[in-house]
C-alpha cells in the first residue's frame, strides 16, 4: 500500500500552503496569522469542531469517523512555529519578515496535517475519532506543555497522540523510528564568576575572573569525559562567555558562562546539575571568587512508546515500503510533554539531500508531502479501521 493516490492529487494545493506558510514565518506564540490560516482551513474543510486559543494559539480540530463504536480518540500533532534565522535561500517564496524563517520545516509539518484533516475530513473511513492538535512554540517555548496545561488531553479524551518531523539527510518520503528515549532532554545553565577587578599591570592585587571562569570551562568538560558512565549519552556545552569589562587592560570583575546540558535518562540529568554546581562552585573557591550558578531544566526526554512505535513503524512501511531504525537525537523536542501525558509514537520523515534544519539554507521538500499526509491518514484508518 503506497502513498495515497489523493494525496498526489492534491499535492499542488498543500504546497500552496505550505509556500503561504514559509512565507509568513512567526516565531514562538506568535504564531497569530498561521493559527487563523489553521483554523479557517479545518472549518473550510468541515470539521465537526474547531477551537482556537488552546495553549495561547494553539489551534485543535476534531473530525469524528463515519461510526463511534470503537470509543477510540487519537490526537496528531503538528507545530506551527518558526526560527529567529534570517534566511537565505533565495527562494521566491522566501521569508518577508526579516530575521525570521522556517528553518525547521513546521510549515510543512502544518500544511501536511492540513492535508490530512482534509482527507480525513472528506473520507472519514474510520471507527473513531480524530483530533488534529496544531501547536505553537516547539522552538524553546514548550507550546505543547502549554496546550497539555490547557487540557488539551482531557477535554478532547485523547488516548494516543502521534508525530512527525522532516529529517534532512535521510532518503526523500522513507521513514525511521526508534522506541524509548529518542530525543534528549534539553537544559540550560547560566554562571556568574565573581572575582576582584582591577589592572590588568597588577594582577597580584586582584582576583582575576577570566583565569578562573577559562578553568571553569574546561572542568565542565569532564563532566562527559570523567563522570558520566561512557555508555550513557551526555553533552556539555559551554556557548557563551562574556567579561564585565571590554578593556584591553582592566581585569573584568565578572564573567557570565552560559551553555546547555542535553541527556538521554534523569542520572544523567541529575548528575549534570550536581556536578556543574560542585565543579564552578569549586573552582570559584580554589581562585578566591564567588559563583552565582543557575541550572533551568527544560523539556524532558522524548520517549517513544513501544506498542505505538511499532505501530507507527508498520503503518510507515505500509507506505513507503520500510521503516528504518533512527539514531539518537541530542536535540530537544517538546512533543516529549505530550507522550507524558499519552502513549504515542513520533517519527523522522526523510527530507532528501538538503541542508540540516535551522540552518538559513534549508528548505522543506515538497516532495515528501504525499508520504507525509499519507502516514498520518494510515494511522488513522489502521488504528481505528472502519467495520
Ligand atoms: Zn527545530
Ligand atoms: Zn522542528
Redesign the pocket.
Known amino acids: 500500500m503506497p502513498v495515497k493516490n489523493r494525496f498526489a492529487e492534491l499535492q499542488d494545493e498543500i504546497t500552496a500552503w505550505r509556500r503561504d506558510i514559509h512565507e509568513n514565518p512567526e516565531i514562538l506564540f506568535e504564531t497569530h496569522r498561521t493559527s487563523a490560516l489553521v483554523a479557517q482551513k479545518l472549518q473550510e474543510f468541515g470539521c465537526d469542531e474547531v477551537v482556537t486559543g488552546i495553549g495561547r494559539t494553539g489551534v485543535v480540530g476534531v473530525i469524528k469517523g463515519k461510526a463511534d463504536t470503537s470509543g477510540k480518540v487519537i490526537g496528531l500533532r503538528a507545530?506551527m512555529d518558526a526560527?529567529p534565522i534570517h534566511e537565505q535561500t533565495g527562494l521566491d517564496y522566501a521569508s518577508k519578515t526579516p530575521g525570521a524563517m522556517h528553518?525547521?520545516?513546521?510549515d510543512g509539518h502544518t500544511a501536511m496535517l492540513l492535508g490530512a484533516a482534509k482527507y480525513l475530513s472528506e473520507t472519514r473511513n474510520f471507527d473513531g475519532t480524530v483530533v488534529v492538535i496544531f501547536q505553537p512554540a516547539?522552538?524553546g517555548g514548550g507550546g505543547a506543555k502549554v496546550m497539555c496545561d490547557d487540557g488539551l488531553m482531557d477535554r478532547w479524551g485523547v488516548q494516543e497522540v502521534y508525530g512527525l518531523?522532516n529529517w534532512p539527510g535521510q532518503p526523500l518520503g522513507s521513514f525511521a523510528i526508534r522506541p524509548g528515549s529518542f530525543f534528549a532532554a534539553t537544559d540550560q545553565f547560566d554562571i556568574t564568576f565573581e572575582g576582584r577587578g582591577g589592572h590588568a599591570a597588577k594582577p597580584h592585587e586582584t582576583v582575576d575572573t577570566t583565569v578562573l571562569a577559562a578553568q571553569a570551562v574546561l572542568a565542565l568538560q569532564t563532566i562527559a569525559s570523567r563522570n558520566a558512565d561512557p555508555v550513557h549519552q551526555i553533552v556539555v556545552s559551554v556557548t557563551s562567555f562574556e567579561t564585565s569589562s571590554k578593556a584591553f587592560n582592566v581585569i573584568p570583575q565578572k564573567v557570565q558562562i552560559k551553555g546547555t546540558v542535553r541527556t538521554m535518562s534523569k542520572d544523567m540529568r541529575d548528575l549534570a546539575e550536581k556536578r556543574i554546581n560542585e565543579v564552578c562552585t569549586g573552582i570559584a573557591a580554589t581562585f578566591g571568587g564567588t559563583a552565582d550558578i543557575t541550572y533551568h531544566r527544560g523539556y524532558p526526554v522524548m520517549v517513544n512508546h513501544e506498542e505505538q512505535t511499532e505501530f507507527a513503524a508498520k503503518v510507515a512501511a505500509s507506505v513507503s515500503g520500510s521503516c528504518g531504525d533512527a539514531p539518537l537525537v541530542m536535540?530537544g523536542?517538546d512533543f516529549a510533554f505530550m507522550l507524558e501525558e499519552r502513549p504515542g509514537a513520533y517519527i523522522l520523515m526523510g527530507n532528501g539531500d538538503t541542508a540540516m534544519?535551522?540552518h538559513p539554507e534549508y528548505n522543506f521538500n515538497d516532495d515528501a508531502i504525499p508520504a507525509g499526509c499519507s502516514w498520518w491518514a494510515e494511522i488513522v484508518e489502521q488504528r481505528m479501521p472502519a467495520a
Do not use: R
Open positions: 507545530d526560527l528553518a525547521c520545516g513546521h516547539e522552538e518531523h536535540g523536542e534544519v535551522h
